[in-house]
Structures are given as C-alpha cells and as structure tokens.
C-alpha cells in the first residue's frame, strides 16, 4: 500500500479506506476511560528496532500469527513505545498458535481494553482496500492485496465486529468476459479477489464447469459489486460466468451494482462489426442479472481503462472508444426488475430439485450421482474389457447402459441442465415436465404397492399377532390370528415381493440391449447392495420356516424399502418449490402428507369382527323398559 497520501479517502458509506493517514497519537483507552499504556514502563529492546522499519514485514510468529499482521499495520501510526507495549499486551493475552482451543471463543483482555471505535478502526486497517475494485486484481498472482481475512477467525467476536468490514465496505470488481488471462491461463473462471487464494492452489487438471460452482463462496456476503462484461454477441461462456455468480449472490444483501461494459475499439476483433449486435442482444447478455432483487444501487455505464484486465486489449486499439449501453427501455425495465422486490424464479435452485427427485429412483450410488453429469457421445462408448489383461478398472463409473442408451430420464435431466447454462426457463420447464409425467407410472406404482402391504401388516401387527409374536399366534382367545403362520408369511412374502419390483427402474429396449452387453457384471451391482441380501435370508427363512428370523428381516427390507419410498415423496413435494405461487404445477405433489416409517413396537387396533359377540348380537337384545330403568335407579338411591 502507498502511506504517502496525505488525503482522507472516505468511502460513501462513511469508512476510511486503507490508504488514510491516522494521526500520530492514537487515543486508545480501556472502558473506564484511562489510558492503557498509562502503568506500562517503556522500553527498547531488540524487536523495537525492529519495528521502526516500515518497509519491511514482520515476521508472522513474531506477533502470534495474525496479530503480527495487525502490528504491521500500526507501524504506520504508532510510535517505537507504544508498539513494545502492544506487543506486551499480545505476549499477555494471547497464546500462539492462532486457532489455539485456549483462545477464547467471546472476547479477549485485549479486546477490551480496546473499545469499540479503536478496534473498528484496526479492523479497516486490515481488511480495507479500494484495489478490489480495479482489474489489479485479476491479473496480479498476489493472494491477499493487503489484507487479513485470516483474523476473522481468531474469536467470534472480532468475526462478528470486522465481518461487514470486509465483505460490507469493500467493492469487489468481477470479470465476466470470455478472455482468460495469461497467468490463470484456460482455467481461470470468475476471477476477483474472493477467488485469489483458491486460485493459487488449483492446477490445470482441477478445471472444468463442475469444479468451478462454488469458487466464491463468500460471494454472497458481499454487498458492493463491480461487474465486468463484453458487448461482444454470442459468447457462452461469458454468459455461463454471469450465470454463475448471479446464482452465489442473488440470496445476498446488495446494496450496490455496477454493471461496467468494455467499450468498442479496446476488445480483441474490435475492428469486425459482425462481433457486436444490436440493443437487444446486449439486453440478453445482461438478463441473468434480472434473478437479482432490492438492490438499492444499480447503474449500467462503460468501463474505464483501469476496470479492464490487460488480458483483453486488442493488440491495436482504435483512436476513439465508442460506449456500448442497452438501449433506454431496456435499461429501465432491468432496472426496475433489480430495485423491486416481486418474485424471482431460480432455475439453479428448481433443477436441483428436478435432479434430487430423479436420483431418489435410482440406489446405485455410481447410477445415482452421473445424472447430473453431461457426457460426450465418444465418452459413453465402452472402454472395458473382460479380458484378464485389462488394465481398466471395470465399475458403475464407466459401466452405465442408463447413460449409454441415452435413458428418457438420464436424457431429460441433461436437456434440463442445458437450459440452465443458457438460462432459458421454458425450455427448462418443457424439459421437467418431460421427466415428471415419465417417471409419474413409477411413482404411482410405488405407491400402490407401499399401500397395499402396509395394509396387509396392519391386519398381523395386532397384539399376538403375527408380525408381533410369530411363535405364540393362536394362544389368546381374545387376540388371535385367523391363519397359520405358514399362510400370513406367504402373503406377506408375496406383497414383500411387489413392493421390491416396484422399485425397479423402467427399461427402455435401447437400455436392455446395453444391460444384455453385461448382463452379469450389471447384475452384480445390485446384489452386493443391503435390499437383496436382506430378500435372499427372508426367502432362506420362509424355506426352512424360522418365523422368526423371517419376520426380523422382513421388517428390514420393508424400513429399506420405506426409506427410499419416503425419499422419493419428500423430494416429489419440492419439485415446485422455487416456482412462482401462480406458476401451474403439472402434478398434484401433496406437500402436507406425512411421511413415516413403519413403527413395528406398536400394536395395531383389532379392527375385525369378533364372531362370538356377533354370534351372540345375532339373537337380539331385550329393550329395556321405562319402568325398570326407574326401579334401578331408585335401589341407587336408597343404597
């Protein structure tokens, strides 16, 4: 940082950036308004020396990790002595490493010895600085600009005081332009000052859309943005940029947004007319921006010089920069979608549940997960062998006859992350309701089974029932079962064994004739899987009739097959979730329904008719009359 500028820079909301001179004499008192370097003795010693150089860091053990970073800062303000008695006050009140479990958690002595507009001031000290607003920050390999972001886990309560510091008062420029910087060479993506340090530990092989969703995490904490964006038309990958960070930071507390558009006559081919489009186009590129919501702050306006990384000048630049803005409607009809408050559809958040609700049909874990994976035609032919030579591992990664033969399901989930990438909403809705209506036959028959045998169950979960107490069925008069044990565990297995078809996926004959490639090798998948082991013992003890054992695993495969039943509803309940209130929901998701497994500890209500006591009903009962009623209650009365 340059300490040489005598002028107060004030941000505009009321924060001094990094760059102001603090006065000489800091007035640091404790909460009883004394002095704290009142009672201290002032020595120099060795470290003090040290310190009266400002041009050179300090050793980061020296002050306990991160309060040497704060040190240095203060060399800048603060005279030899006091900076001893600050080190004095950290040897006392803090114990190396950072991180310690001994640090408190609440506060510190030191801390509060400090008070609050002191303390607020070292934290913009460490955490200020106007740079991230400059394009200095995409094509430095630096990581941390100055700043300390590590002190924020120090103790929660400097987190809670110096957070908004960082993420509130700093203005963070991001770049949303097809041009990659040399330095970051093919993988960089979504390059700001959040993203630095991440960046520095990634490598070539780490590229690639999937690894690159969650680069910012932090993103949506930040409330002053500064977006770079080309007016280049027909540019995918600027726009899946836009898309990206649209999707980190539209849940976030915005408070201002600067959309800043490289002007004509500095981009690489500025010179081809047929490179940029009309309004419209540009208003195209821009829509991503409308999932954003109560911004108080939103401008459109050209980039300067300074806000565009070197990485995207055109080796000649034109005499005369020409501005590129929308044209005036669309631009208040953005702007008035960004500033209000209306309901906002998320197609990140609605294909996530589209994809939650697929994958709940599926159990292979391998299956389950490339769903969400989009493959090349060449990556889905075969590369296995069954020869004992063959060195490729053969598996449900590289062994999917679903991917393979381009399954309606696996196909519409990969259309429906298509629109996402080109954010168009109808084609994705198309798209779901495609995968709903094919998967809704499945569902339903699910359903019908699940019923059928849970019914079947309640009948025998009675008390002696069968389900209950399979050896002692028969022995009370009162609760009895009305067929042996034999007949109920035949039934039982027959209903058992409908619910476990049910779950079975539907085949396509593409999708058969991948299966029949490997038939055996496929098959194995499943059986290593708890549901058909738990089938295989529950047939082995129907055979040798251990109703006991029969029962314990008949109750497992029922909870194992509940619990995917279960999954399957809960996500079928937020299919519509981030749709707007009037959106009109193709199928009827029931979303207060209960969902709850079997409880085998609790009796069912013998809900059949006792034949005896309808036997005995069947004579017809004596009315009895007036008169007797009013003798018996007289006899009452006189006892």
């Not at 970073?69 to 950290?90: G, P, V």
């Not at 836009?242 to 539209?250: A, K, T």
């Not at 565009?308 to 929308?326: H, S, T, V, Y």
């Amino acid at each position: 940082m340059n300490t040489g500028m005598n002028e107060d820079k004030v941000q505009p909301d009321g924060t001094m950036t990094p760059y102001q001179e603090a006065p000489s004499e800091l007035p640091i008192t404790n909460p009883t308004g004394q002095d704290i370097f009142a009672n201290l003795d002032t020595t120099n010693t060795e470290d003090d020396t040290a310190l009266e150089a400002n041009d050179q860091a300090l050793s980061v053990s020296s002050y306990h990790g991160i309060p040497a970073a704060l040190t240095y800062e203060m060399t800048k303000f603060l005279s030899t002595d006091q900076l001893a008695k600050i080190k004095e006050l950290l040897q006392a009140h803090l114990r190396p490493p950072v991180g310690n479990p001994e640090i408190p958690v609440e506060g510190c002595p030191l801390l509060n010895s400090l008070n609050l507009d002191c303390r607020r001031l070292i934290w913009k000290l460490l955490l200020l600085n106007p740079l991230l607003g400059e394009s200095f920050v995409i094509e430095s390999n630096q990581a941390s600009f100055g700043l300390f972001p590590a002190i924020l886990g120090v103790n929660r309560q400097i987190y809670n005081e110096a957070v908004d510091i960082l993420y509130g008062s700093n203005k963070f420029l991001i770049e949303c332009i097809p041009y990659d910087s040399c330095f970051w060479h093919s993988y960089s993506r979504q390059l700001c000052a959040l993203a630095r340090p991440q960046h520095l530990d990634r490598t070539r092989e780490d590229g690639g859309v999937e690894k690159d969703k969650n680069i910012i995490p932090a993103a949506r904490y930040v409330r002053h943005w500064k977006i770079l964006i080309s007016a280049i038309a027909f540019q995918p990958g600027a726009m899946e940029k836009l898309l990206r960070l649209c999707h980190s930071i539209y849940m976030g507390n915005i408070q201002s947004l600067e959309v800043l558009i490289i002007p004509r006559g500095i981009e690489m081919s500025w010179n081809q007319s047929d490179n940029y489009g009309d309004g419209h186009e540009l208003a195209i590129t821009l829509s991503p921006l409308k999932r954003l919501r109560n911004v108080q702050k939103f401008i459109i306006r050209p980039a300067e010089i300074h806000e565009i990384p070197w990485g995207a000048f055109d080796e000649e630049l034109a005499d005369k920069f020409i501005p590129i803005l929308p044209n005036h409607v669309d631009e208040l009809e953005l702007t008035g979608i960004i500033q209000g408050d209306s309901e906002v559809e998320t197609i990140e958040e609605m294909y996530t549940s589209l994809r939650t609700y697929a994958q709940a049909f599926e159990r292979l874990e391998d299956f389950k997960s490339a769903m969400d994976v989009t493959y090349t035609r060449n990556e889905l032919e075969p590369t296995y062998s069954f020869e004992l030579s063959s060195n490729v591992a053969i598996s449900g990664q590289n062994i999917n006859p679903f991917k393979a033969s381009c399954h309606p399901v696996e196909r519409a989930l990969s259309a429906a992350k298509t629109s996402i990438l080109q954010d168009k909403m109808d084609q994705f809705k198309i798209n779901r309701s495609l995968l709903i209506q094919y998967l809704k036959p499945e569902y339903q028959s699910i359903e019908a089974a699940s019923k059928a045998l849970v019914d079947y169950i309640k009948i025998h979960k009675i008390a002696n029932g069968f389900f209950r107490n399979p050896l002692y069925i028969n022995m009370d008069d009162n609760h009895h079962e009305t067929a042996s044990p034999n007949d109920i565990a035949t039934q039982a297995l027959v209903l058992l064994e409908d619910y476990y078809d049910s779950f079975k996926r539907k085949l396509e004959p593409a999708t058969k004739v991948e299966i029949r490639k490997y038939k055996l090798l496929f098959n194995s998948f499943y059986d290593d899987l708890p549901r058909e082991r738990l089938m295989k013992l529950c047939d082995m003890a129907y055979e040798k009739q251990w109703w006991l054992q029969f029962v314990k695993y008949f109750q497992e495969a029922v909870n194992d097959m509940d619990a995917q039943y279960i999954s399957i509803r809960q996500t079928r309940k937020k299919l519509y979730a981030w749709d707007l209130q009037a959106t009109v929901r193709e199928e009827d998701v029931k979303p207060m329904l209960s969902d709850e497994i079997i409880n085998w500890n609790v009796h069912e209500p013998d809900m059949r008719i006792n034949l005896s006591w309808h036997k005995y009903r069947s004579y017809g009962e004596p009315e009895l009359s007036d008169h007797v009623y009013e003798e018996d209650s007289a006899g009452d009365d006189n006892n």
